[in-house]
Structures are given as C-alpha cells and as structure tokens.
C-alpha cells in the first residue's frame, strides 16, 4: 500500500505503520486545522491525474478545487459543466458534447427522428444533409420543411449525378467489377460520394462531426464511415442505430410523438430500397425467403419481359478509352447518357437479377437489382474489349476485377490499392476505342456488332482462306512444342 502523506503542523510529517507494515494514521500528529479529503473531492484530484472529469453531486466543491487545477483539467471541468449543464429531463446527461453534426438526411422516417435525438443526445446543432444521386424528383420534395420541422438548422442539397456517374460508375464499368458474378454494385458506389460531400460539408458549416441513418447489420455503415476516416479522421461519427433505444418503426412513431416531430405521411413499402441512377434494389417482406418469385409489381425500372415489346430494338453505344461517350452517335454526358439507357432498357425488360450475397458483416443477404442502363454499358464495354485487348491482359484485368469489386463492396473506395488498380484499368484500355451494336429483346441483350480503330482482328489472317501472314502448315511445328508435355507424362506412364 502506497504511502499517504497529510499536512502536519509546523516540521511535523509523520507517518505510521500498523500491523503488517501497513500505514496508520497517528490523530495526535495531524494538524487539528487538516479536514480528510472527502471522497468526491478524492476524485476530483484523481481525474485531475487521469485527465478525466468525475461529476460531483455538489457543485460548489468544483469551484473549491478550481485553484489546484491544471489548463488541461480546466478545459475538460468546463466541457464536464457544458455537459451537465445540457443534462435532459429525466436526469441522463449527454452522451458527448457536439458542436455541429452534418446528418445524411432522407426525409424518412428514421432520419427525421435521428434529427431530435442528435440534438437531444449531443446537445448539437443539426445541418442535414441530402444528396441527388438520381433517386428521383419526388423524393427531394419539401426536405427542408421536413428538415426544419424535426429540429434542423438547415438543408444542405447538392446534385451529385454527373459526378456519381463520371467519377464512381465509370471507373468500375471501365475495371469490369461485378460483385460475386452478378451484382452491378449500385449502392456501393453511391456510397463514397455521398460520403464524401458530407465531408465537404462539414467543413464548409464549420461541423465537427456527421452522422448516419444505416443499421448496425447492414454494409452501408462501413463504407460510409470508411469514407470518413480517409476524407477526415478528425471528424467525429455518430450512428444512432448502434446506440438508440428504438428498435423499429413504431418506437420511431412514438419518439417523433413525444418530440413533435412531423411523423411523414407516406406510405411505408413493404420493400426496403435504395436507388440511384445506376440501379434500384429491393430487400424485405416475400425476398427474405429464396425461395420465393418477387412478385410482378415489385419492379419500378422496368417492365416484365411478357410486356415488353414485341418487336426488338437497336442500338448503338460509342466507347473512347473504355468509357462511354454516345448512344446512337450522339454524344451524351455520363449522366444524361445514363438516363437514357435506363428508360431504353426498362422498356424492354433488361438489367433485372435476382440473387443471394454474402454482406460485408457476415449474413447472406437476398436481394432483387434492376440495374437497365448499367447491363447495356456492361454488355458494350466488354464486348468492345474483346476486339482491343490480346488474351492475356483480358485474364489479368478479369481477376483484378474481382479484387476492385471486393474493394467497392467494402466501402475501401479511397484505398491506395483500388487508387492504384484504376490507374492500371484506365492505361490497359487506353484503346479500348470504338463501338457495338446491341439487340433488345425481352430482356435479352444480343450483340450484334463491334467495331474499333484499334481492332486485333485481322480478317485476312483468321479467314479460312489462303493468308500470306499465317502458313497453316506452322501449325504442325506449334503443336509438337506446345503438347510436349502432354507427350512426355504419357510416356512416362506408358514404360510398362
């Protein structure tokens, strides 16, 4: 035990032992004018040693201890008193004092409730924060009502569609990435740019924090919160659903209540669903079960192949160095090209998967993916490529296409690794130039043509007729060489 020192009168410093060494203290020797330490004021002046604060019940005795204080327990006491100060109703103090919180904001329910528990769980001004990525026009309406009405200070709108397309889309239709052979990554690419300008904005606001409406089980709190950690560390991230009490959408209705907090009138789906101009997913109700057909009025994108027309439909997409420029020779931006895909290929039933995937947390999820524009751009760059690249580069962009991907699907969208691998992608199909050709059909795409200024193919060496480049006699001489092995390892087995 370790030795306790008391202020004595005059010289007088003494300490005691008792039984087994241990020390005593001796009243006769201890000044008549000492008070022992009371056991708040004992933690006081330990927080003062671990730079942590203990609330005391009473407050005067903070002020007593104020002339012992370093700057460093000054400035933690003070936020302490910012905090107690803030404490709410029922007795329960701040979780953490916030300043200003930057919050991905829908209009949704969850997201107008989060609004009121920011402020009362931080005691910080709220700025929402809502991103056009193409989900719609009716889905942007009246937000900043909504915002203001749930206790926001302001709406902060941006439209991120060029960009999102330009910068995000493009780049993984340009590497191929497709997760786990059919997932065209749609919501994980919207993910960083989102992300991302919520970083702007919180610099821009002056915001030392941002929050987020995504669940604890789900993947999109990983590539959001990635997303934070490499744009700005510094930032603090508040995710209600991995703290809050509610635990569904009646605990919501009923917090909103008690917060008056305008609960939104619409409908609620019975489908949980992201969208964006690349794609619309559906999760939820008769999908949780795989073995169930999603029903027929399920799909907003598109329509069902038994409704589409009857007669096929051609069209033409022109590709500079592996990205897409036009749609039947007319030049579009990333956006507006998208755009058109996707109302194309909607009406004739394209881009529909149904699937199983393994989340980044863990479960398997199903999902259902309507993804129209995003197949034709697909079906075209790969097939362009088939004519631009020899067979060995094909192989290799094809497996880093599976690790860009993964990389996506993980939020690691700033990751040096995917960084580098996209300047790999974007030099591998510098001549990746030239257009294709496409048939449409109900819900069928069918490659029609290709072309390229920078085509492998030679005619006049793959035609079946006499060529002066290729003797088909050398033929003999490669396949001796090439099945030598073969040959060897038969001999070997054959001495018997």
């Not at 239709?173 to 740019?193: F, H, N, W």
């Not at 931006?333 to 149904?354: K, M, Q, Y």
Request: glycine share 8%; net charge neutral; proline share 5%.
């Amino acid at each position: 035990m370790a030795q306790l020192r008391i202020p004595a009168c005059s010289s007088t410093n003494h300490i005691f032992y008792g039984v087994k060494g241990e020390p005593a203290l001796r009243p006769d020797r201890v000044c008549s004018s000492y008070k022992s330490p009371s056991f708040q004021e004992l933690g006081v002046k330990a927080s003062d040693l671990h730079r942590h604060v203990i609330v005391p019940r009473d407050r005067n005795l903070t002020k007593a201890h104020n002339h012992q204080e370093t700057p460093a327990t000054q400035a933690a006491l003070a936020n302490e008193k910012e905090t107690v100060a803030s404490a709410v109703g029922n007795g329960r103090v701040l979780r953490k004092k916030l300043n200003k919180v930057v919050l991905a904001y829908s209009g949704g329910l969850d997201t107008s409730v989060i609004v009121p528990w920011l402020r009362e769980n931080y005691g910080c001004d709220v700025v929402c924060f809502t991103a056009d990525v193409g989900q719609g026009v009716t889905e942007l309406e009246g937000l900043e009502q909504k915002a203001k009405a749930s206790g926001a200070s302001q709406l902060v709108v941006k439209d991120l569609k060029e960009e999102f397309v330009r910068d995000y889309v493009f780049p993984c239709l340009r590497a191929g990435a497709i997760y786990e052979r059919k997932y065209l990554l749609g919501t994980s690419m919207a993910r960083p740019v989102i992300a991302k300008a919520m970083v702007e904005v919180a610099r821009e606001v002056g915001a030392d924090a941002v929050s987020h409406g995504c669940t604890g089980k789900g993947n999109d709190q990983v590539r959001f919160e990635l997303t934070f950690f490499a744009l700005n560390p510094k930032l603090n991230v508040v995710a209600p659903w991995r703290e809050w009490e509610i635990r569904g959408r009646e605990d919501a209705i009923e917090y909103a209540k008690k917060h008056n907090v305008p609960v939104p009138v619409t409908k609620k789906s019975i489908y949980s669903r992201d969208r964006n101009l690349w794609h619309l997913s559906h999760e939820g109700d008769i999908l949780e079960d795989p073995s169930k057909e999603p029903k027929k009025d399920m799909y907003m994108m598109s329509v069902d192949p038994e409704d589409a027309p009857d007669q096929p439909e051609y069209i033409e997409i022109g590709i500079v160095s592996g990205l897409p420029i036009s749609l039947n020779g007319k030049e579009l931006s990333p956006a507006t090209l998208l755009s058109e895909l996707n109302e194309i290929g909607g009406r004739h039933a394209i881009g529909r998967v149904d699937m199983v995937e393994n989340r980044l947390v863990g479960m398997k999820s199903r999902g259902v993916y309507e993804t129209p524009g995003g197949t034709l751009l697909f079906t075209a760059a790969r097939e362009l490529e088939s004519l631009t690249l020899d067979r060995q580069t094909i192989q290799v962009k094809d497996s880093l296409a599976l690790t860009y991907a993964e990389l996506v699907y993980a939020g690691r969208w700033f990751d040096p690794l995917r960084v580098a691998m996209d300047a790999f992608m974007e030099n591998i199909t510098k001549t990746t130039t030239g257009s294709v050709t496409l048939k449409l059909y109900k819900g069928c795409v069918t490659v029609t043509g290709r072309t390229s200024p920078y085509s492998l193919y030679r005619q006049d060496i793959s035609s079946f007729e006499s060529s002066k480049i290729y003797d088909q006699a050398d033929a003999a001489g490669f396949i001796r060489l090439y099945g030598l092995p073969t040959k060897v390892r038969a001999m070997l087995e054959n001495q018997d």
